[in-house]
């Protein structure tokens, strides 16, 4: 079964240094999606993207976010510099049309990114 | 934002039913989705439901659905010590332009032989 993909699992980074998360969505996927989730917390939407641009971002996601589909595979999360409290699991995930009752998003396992 | 809550443990013992329950805000929710999250894995989706059915039967999981009191709950029959996890409740509408899900902080279900 197709399944989308994250690397790392887990990224230790320092403060203020740039971090990339990297995601390989289901292949005939269109719509794109991450959202985090801070431990003891739900989790939350960051932002949405379709057709190589931004369909839809949350409130956390400011100008130290930033998404891109490099290739025709990666979809990936870049914090330009990272803050204590980016510290949370961070969740790709994929739908091949804007999710419906019947074709719903897929999630990744999630990359823990650590800040210290 | 709007909310969705739910209980954060449940513990049952194997073989007998179990029940989740999530609460939720907005009246404009149109699917309504549980999700379970393994250690180490995502999110993967158990089941869903539109918000004009007031139940859905899938094997041994049924959501039952009030929306007039904005409660949806997911009851697993025979609970398994495989299905120990964390049970996610979730939401979207269509106000929503990337169909974006809402989730609650999820619900730990231990299952004890």
């Known amino acids: 079964e197709p399944e989308v993909t994250q690397t790392p699992s887990h990224q230790v980074t320092q403060m203020g240094q740039e971090v990339i998360l990297r995601c390989v969505p289901i292949s005939n996927h269109l719509y794109f999606y991450w959202y985090r989730q801070i431990l003891g917390q739900k989790v939350e939407f960051l932002v949405s993207?379709?057709?190589?641009?931004?369909?839809?971002k949350s409130e956390i996601f400011d100008d130290q976010f930033s998404v891109e589909r490099p290739d025709g595979s990666n979809f990936t999360l870049k914090i330009r510099s990272t803050k204590l409290e980016d510290s949370a699991m961070y969740f790709c995930?994929?739908?091949?049309?804007?999710?419906?009752?019947?074709?719903?998003?897929?999630f990744g396992p999630g990359t823990r990114l650590t800040v210290l | 934002g709007e909310d969705v809550e739910q209980s954060l443990f449940l513990s049952v013992r194997e073989g007998d039913s179990s029940v989740i329950n999530c609460t939720y805000t907005?009246?404009?929710?149109?699917?309504l989705y549980w999700y379970k999250q393994e250690p180490g894995a995502g999110l993967q989706l158990l089941t869903y439901?539109?918000?004009?059915?007031d139940m859905k039967q899938d094997q041994r999981l049924t959501v039952l659905l009030n929306k007039k009191d904005k409660h949806l709950s997911l009851r697993i029959a025979d609970t398994q010590t495989g299905d120990s996890a964390i049970y996610f409740c979730a939401e979207t509408s269509n106000s929503n332009s990337g169909y974006a899900l809402n989730f609650g902080k999820g619900t730990s279900l231990l299952v004890t032989p």
């Open positions: 995930a994929s739908t091949f049309t804007r999710a419906s009752s019947t074709d719903t998003q897929y």
């Open positions: 907005d009246s404009s929710s149109t699917y």
């Open positions: 993207f379709y057709n190589n641009e931004i369909s839809e």
């Open positions: 439901i539109f918000s004009n059915m």
